[in-house]
């Protein structure tokens, strides 16, 4: 018998909610709390193994004060028959993180275009270096 995967549009849902929870400084369990689920239930959703569904989604939107919107923040511009096609960016992935997250924040505080600049630069060269 063979594994079902996950759907990408699932994944890409449970990662916005991964995302958002993680800057609000939400544990899985405060979240699952708040459904009134298990905090593995949550993290079958935050890695699009089960489907949220539509009621679910409201309540996430609510415990996180987003608009359901958010969480189909880019691939809902795309025509279903391309979004089923594109594969989660590297970068949506990486802003679930704690490090993502982390580290834009900190870089969203440098007042200093310059200095901002020389970051990029630095990081671009030390990421060179490692091919």
């Known amino acids: 018998m063979r594994k079902k995967s996950p759907n990408l549009t699932d994944q890409h849902v449970g990662s ?9 400084k939400l544990s899985q369990t405060d979240l ?3 459904l009134g689920v298990s905090f593995q ?3 079958k959703y935050e890695k699009g193994a089960n489907r949220i569904g539509a009621s679910r989604l409201q309540q996430i939107s609510h415990i996180l004060q987003v608009p359901v919107a958010f969480f189909f923040d880019a691939v809902s511009h795309l025509p279903p028959s391309v979004a089923k096609d594109q594969p989660l960016t590297e970068l949506t992935e990486f802003m679930a993180t704690r490090d993502g997250l982390t580290l834009a924040k ?17 990081v ?8």
């Not at 671009?124 to 091919?131: A, K, L, P």
């Open 16 to 24: 916005r909610v991964r995302m958002r929870r993680v800057m609000l």
């Open 106 to 122: 900190a870089f969203m505080q440098i007042d200093n275009m310059q200095l901002r600049r020389r970051i990029v630069e630095l």
């Open 41 to 43: 239930q949550v993290q």
């Open 32 to 34: 699952a709390d708040g």
């Open 124 to 131: 671009e060269q030390i990421e060179q270096n490692q091919e």
